[in-house]
């Protein structure tokens, strides 16, 4: 075993072993958190501009002012018709979705045993959220216990309907690669159902695990995108992490610079940079799962 993932280990494994069991909420149905926005959605043919999709894991749902400024000042992020957040509990998910104007669905996966506060994904967004789902995610976390679950609505712009998730898999210490495979591969079935375009957006824990979805024949759009977390053992960075993406079926990237990417600058809201995608319809959306088609991404 290589130094870097000895200390690896050695840092989730310490973490894990300090952790109490958690309490999962295993019905598919609930605990669910629904807040409306005021005032109008936006224009009325929303579907002749693109799609734009923000995720961020704003670690625990602590930093919440921070995560408002950044989400609200950085020119990328600025905006979003879909914002998956991960991390989160229903008063954080609450508070950002009054400062950004935005409609929200959360559904917490469980009550996480190192703050003792539910824990888990929310989809947000200035148009209406339409059918609300909690996805249960099998295998539960090593030590604790601790059960994920994606969250999964559908957004109504205008005349399109496109179905969003917001996604966070466990540490790869927590579960195998093989399990979060798998998980993925759950997510995959139920996203097979949606009729139209569908975006997968979040915290994967990993980036070679993601190839699983493109399998499934989403196109990958962040892919080469970079180092949203860093590695830290004793307060020591160890190395960058690409473990945050967004992947369509049915959209591509926007051709042309500038339309994904990290915000680096998260104001100190997380330990993990937002990400950001740009998207539009696709017209071959077959070809984003095979191996030889070139990489959306410019």
Same mark, same amino acid.
């Given at each position: !075993?290589?130094?870097?993932?000895? &200390?690896?280990?050695?840092? /989730?494994?310490?973490? *894990?072993?300090?952790? #109490? #069991? ?7 149905? *609930? ?6 926005? $005021?005032?109008?959605?936006? =224009? ?18 602590? $930093?919440?002012?921070? #995560? ?22 229903? =008063?954080? &998910? ?7 104007? !935005?409609?929200? /669905?959360?559904? %917490? ?15 947000? +967004? ?5 059918? %609300?789902?909690?996805?249960?995610? @099998?295998?539960?976390?090593? /030590? ?31 579960? +195998? ?11 995959? $079935? ?6 139209? @375009? ?13 190839? $699983? ?8 759009? &962040? ?5 949203? #977390? ?28 500038? &339309? !994904? *990417? ?37």
């Amino acid at each position: !075993m290589s130094l870097r993932r000895w &200390t690896a280990t050695l840092a /989730v494994a310490a973490s *894990g072993f300090a952790c #109490a #069991a958690a309490v999962n909420y295993l019905d598919p149905s *609930g605990p669910r958190y629904l807040h409306s926005r $005021e005032g109008p959605a936006g =224009p009325a043919d929303p579907a002749a501009s693109p799609l734009r999709v923000v995720s961020f894991n704003i670690a625990y749902a602590i $930093e919440i002012d921070q #995560a408002i400024e950044v989400l609200r000042t950085s020119e990328p992020l600025r905006g979003p018709d879909i914002l998956a957040l991960q991390e989160m509990d229903a =008063p954080g &998910t609450e508070r950002i979705a009054r400062a950004l104007g !935005m409609n929200a /669905v959360y559904f %917490p996966s469980g009550v996480h045993p190192k703050h003792e506060r539910d824990f888990g994904c929310a989809v947000l +967004s200035p148009w209406p959220l339409e059918e %609300p789902r909690k996805i249960l995610l @099998p295998h539960g976390a090593r /030590v604790s216990g601790l059960r994920r679950s994606a969250v999964s609505a559908v957004v109504v712009r205008g005349g399109q309907r496109i179905r969003a998730y917001s996604l966070h898999l466990p540490s790869p210490l927590a579960i +195998s690669g093989g399990s979060r495979r798998h998980q993925l591969r759950v997510l995959a $079935e139920d996203a097979a159902s949606a009729e139209g @375009p569908v975006v997968i957006a979040g915290d994967f824990n990993s980036h070679g695990k993601v190839g $699983e979805l493109a399998k499934a024949g989403f196109a990958w759009v &962040t892919r080469d995108a970079g180092d949203t #977390a860093r590695l830290r053992l004793l307060g020591v960075g160890l190395g960058g992490l690409s473990y945050d993406h967004v992947l369509a079926r049915g959209l591509r990237l926007v051709s042309g610079p500038g &339309t !994904m *990417g990290i915000v680096q600058d998260n104001r100190g809201a997380s330990d993990h940079k937002p990400i950001w995608a740009v998207l539009e319809p696709d017209d071959q959306p077959e070809r984003a799962g095979r191996s030889d088609a070139p990489s959306p991404v410019p």
